[in-house]
């Protein structure tokens, strides 16, 4: 295999490294939302309220 196919065997295994690391990223910031937005929203209700008036 010359050097041109070295090269872009590791491109593209770099790419499939990088589409990994974004989904694994997206997956923990789905799991965060679901486990903390509901307890966010509630620590900005109160501020909310107070400008609201």
């Known amino acids: 295999m010359d050097r041109w ?16 690391m974004v989904a694994m990223i997206a997956i923990v910031i789905v799991a965060a939302v679901a486990l903390f937005g ?3 929203s509630d ?9 609201s008036r």
């Open 5 to 20: 196919h070295e090269m872009r065997d590791e491109r593209g295994a770099t790419a499939v490294e990088y589409g990994l």
């Open 38 to 40: 509901t307890a966010v």
């Open 43 to 51: 620590l900005f209700e109160v501020p909310a309220g107070v400008f």
